[in-house]
């Protein structure tokens, strides 16, 4: 059974933007806005060629890579309380360097975001976060 009940899945599809949460071995809490997508109940980031730093890994990679324990969350604002909503999933992040799952991943983000069709991301990791725990609040419809 799928922690992702089907609003809350809609709900990520209709949305553009998540705040990955990651922390490193020590706690230290690390939040960027990210682009995604959602495969079953994977949710898959690519690595992309905005503008980064070369010569260390993202921070985000490297906390992973100590702490694979993440949340995202995806929500809505809207300045009619009435339409405020989220959905925050949490899981184990793994980060795919390549395979069909990897491939697979990039394919759904390029259908999502045409952004990524002019880029060069395939030799760039995926972060893949499995999904063991979704909580969602507010009105999913909108």
């Not at 992702?4 to 998540?18: K, Q, S």
């Not at 939040?31 to 079953?40: R, S």
């Not at 690519?46 to 702490?67: F, G, H, S, V």
Request: a neutral charge; charged letters at 30%.
């Amino acid at each position: 059974m799928s922690a992702l009940t089907e609003p809350a899945r809609a709900f990520c599809e209709r949305a553009r933007v998540a705040r990955l949460a990651t922390a490193d071995a020590k706690g230290r809490p690390h939040l960027v806005p990210v682009c995604y997508g959602v495969i079953d109940d994977s949710l898959y980031i690519t690595i992309d060629e905005k503008p980064k730093r070369t010569d260390i890994p993202l921070k985000r990679l490297r906390n992973i890579a100590e702490n694979p324990e993440v949340a995202v969350t995806i929500d809505r604002w809207d300045e009619d309380w009435r339409h405020l909503a989220w959905v925050m999933l949490r899981g184990r992040a793994e980060i795919l360097n390549d395979g069909d799952e990897h491939d697979r991943a990039q394919g759904r983000l390029r259908e999502r975001y045409p952004q990524y069709l002019t880029m060069e991301i395939a030799a760039l990791p995926v972060i893949a976060v499995r999904i063991a725990r979704a909580s969602a609040w507010g009105n999913l419809d909108g």
